[in-house]
């Protein structure tokens, strides 16, 4: 069976650095897929280069088979492919619902004049947005107070409202950018449970990269190694934790 995502032999290039050389992996529905390494490994520009944000030099990236790596970033999204960034990007001053309506209002269709036609329509469409809003929250388990504003919440929270953002369009792949940076370890923990709660019941595929490796052993059904833009290893996290390579060069043990 072709996996969802297909990565083949990708290098991508800024002037004469080479960020991404000769990377290959799938990622396939209904699992975890991590992305590890150290700062500058290249991960993020992996990230990028899949959603379009930068150009591949060599390489193919496949979704159900098919090249998306011609395609623009708007096309990438209307492919089901959805992530979010390393550095957040709520928008603080506004509610938990507010903000998982930015993230639907893709889905709201309805048009100016639409709007002046069909008001009732549009209404009821607006209801329905705040009730599936309503509902992720609820799915997530957030803890969001319909008047306050996102900033004021705790980071878990806050990190927990960012993925359902980016996941209620329904993504078929979603792509996490260090979605636990910076928690303590049982928020992390309920982060990545809520994580693997979507890829597991929702059956989508789930790229995320991550710097603990605990957090990445513990919640990954395969993790991709990194270092210095190359794969260094890729396997389950039984494989990983005895690979020598691994070992030596990222987590500083032998
Ligand atoms: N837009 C860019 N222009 C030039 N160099 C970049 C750009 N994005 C990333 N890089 C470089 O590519 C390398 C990989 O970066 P990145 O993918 O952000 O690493 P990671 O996410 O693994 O920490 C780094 O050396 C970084 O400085
Ligand atoms: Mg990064």
């Not at 290098?11 to 992996?25: C, D, H, M, R, Y």
Request: hydrophobic share 45%; net charge neutral.
């Amino acid at each position: 069976m072709t996996a969802l995502l297909e990565v083949e032999r990708v290098s991508i290039q800024f002037g004469g650095l080479k960020a991404v050389e000769n990377v290959s992996f799938t990622a396939e529905k209904g699992q975890v897929t991590s992305i590890i390494g150290p700062n500058g490994a290249g991960k993020t520009t992996l990230f990028n280069a899949i959603t379009r944000n930068v150009r591949i030099r060599e390489g193919s990236i496949r979704l159900n088979g098919r090249e998306i790596s011609h395609l623009t970033p708007l096309e990438i999204t209307g492919r089901g492919i959805r992530r979010t960034f390393q550095n957040g990007g709520l928008f603080g001053q506004l509610t938990a619902i507010e903000n998982i309506l930015v993230g639907l209002h893709t889905e709201i269709h309805s048009s100016f004049l639409g709007t002046l036609l069909h008001g009732r329509e549009a209404r009821a469409q607006e209801r329905a947005a705040i009730a599936r809003a309503k509902e992720l929250l609820a799915e997530f388990e957030i803890d969001a107070p319909e008047n306050i504003p996102v900033g004021q919440l705790s980071g878990g929270d806050q990190r927990l409202i960012e993925i359902a953002r980016a996941w209620c369009t329904e993504a078929q792949l979603l792509m996490l950018d260090e979605p636990a940076v910076g928690l303590s370890p049982p928020v992390r923990s309920r982060v990545l449970d809520a994580i693997r709660g979507i890829a597991v019941n929702k059956g989508v595929a789930v790229l995320m990269i991550e710097h603990t490796m605990e957090m990445v052993l513990k919640g990954s059904d395969k993790i991709i190694v990194l270092n210095g833009g190359k794969l260094l290893a890729s396997g389950s996290p039984a494989e990983i934790r005895e690979d020598r390579t691994v070992a030596e060069a990222y987590l500083g043990y032998v």
